[in-house]
Every structure is written in C-alpha cells, then in structure tokens.
C-alpha cells in the first residue's frame, strides 16, 4: 500500500488521472479513497490473449513494456477479465458490465471497487481499448 504522495508521484498517475478526470463520480471516489492509500504490486499490465502464448505445457508471456513494480493492485486480473468479455461480445457492454462484476464483486465492497477502478483506469491510459469501454459502461452519464 503506497499513501496519497506516492501515488501521485508514479509516472502513470498523470495519465490514469486523465481517464478518471473525464467521469466525474469515479474521481471522487478514487480521491476519497486515496487517503488510505492504493494497493500496488508488480503487474505485466497488458495481460491480454494477444501476449500469451501456448508451446506445450509451456507459457509465454509476451509483451512487458507495460509492466510496472507500483501498477494497482488488480491490473493483471481486471486485464485478463475484460478481454475476454470483450473478445466473446465488444458489442454488448452491458452485458459485459454484469458478467464483470459477478468476476468482481465489488458494489458493496469499496476497497474492491477502487482496486477495480484504479486498474481499469490503468489499462484505459496505457490504451487498452475495453478498459475504457467498461469504465464508460460503469459511468453512462460521463
């Protein structure tokens, strides 16, 4: 867990800020919750089916210009998720939306919920395509 000051000195926050910024209801809650600090860990942060490859019993992964010693903490798994909602159905978001938080369910558990949203906002600035569309689902009236 790194405090307010930390966070706000990564070099991905600036970006991840930018994302948040545009969707008024998440930033206040990313805000009020960085007072207890963010959850960080070592992430690839660009865990998709694109950077994974199979050769046997064998697993590569591929791709780590993304990766991060301070990304939040559910970077990779939140990744994983929303790529393959994405690939099996981009066109229905809100479908995507339920099936997402039966994988996360965080409406009555806020540290879960900023952990989520920190993480798509992560993956939303590294340009990560459906992380933006989940959190544009999550926040229709951006």
Same mark, same amino acid.
């Given at each position: 867990?790194?405090?307010? #000051?930390? !966070?706000?000195?990564?070099?991905?926050?600036? +970006? =991840?800020?930018?994302?948040?910024?545009?969707?008024?209801?998440?930033?206040?809650?990313?805000?009020?919750?960085?007072?207890?600090?963010?959850?960080?860990?070592?992430?690839?942060?660009?865990?998709?089916?694109?950077?994974?490859?199979?050769?046997?019993?064998?697993?590569?992964?591929?791709?780590?210009?993304?990766?991060?010693?301070? #990304?939040? !903490?559910?970077?990779?798994?939140?990744?994983? +998720? =929303?790529?393959?909602?994405?690939?099996?159905?981009?066109?229905?978001?809100?479908?995507?939306?339920?099936?997402?938080?039966?994988?996360?369910?965080?409406?009555?558990?806020?540290?879960?919920?900023?952990?989520?949203?920190?993480?798509?906002?992560?993956?939303?600035?590294?340009?990560?395509?459906?992380?933006?569309?989940?959190?544009?689902?999550?926040?229709?009236?951006?």
């Amino acid at each position: 867990v790194i405090d307010r #000051a930390e !966070v706000e000195s990564l070099p991905w926050w600036p +970006a =991840v800020r930018a994302v948040i910024a545009e969707r008024t209801s998440s930033i206040d809650e990313v805000n009020a919750s960085l007072n207890e600090g963010l959850d960080v860990c070592f992430a690839h942060g660009d865990l998709n089916c694109t950077n994974v490859l199979r050769d046997g019993n064998d697993v590569w992964l591929l791709d780590w210009e993304q990766s991060d010693h301070n #990304a939040p !903490v559910l970077t990779d798994q939140v990744c994983v +998720a =929303v790529d393959k909602l994405w690939l099996a159905n981009s066109e229905d978001m809100t479908g995507n939306l339920q099936k997402f938080r039966d994988t996360f369910p965080y409406e009555n558990n806020p540290k879960l919920r900023i952990q989520v949203i920190t993480a798509l906002a992560y993956l939303s600035a590294a340009g990560f395509p459906p992380a933006l569309a989940m959190i544009d689902v999550m926040y229709p009236n951006a």
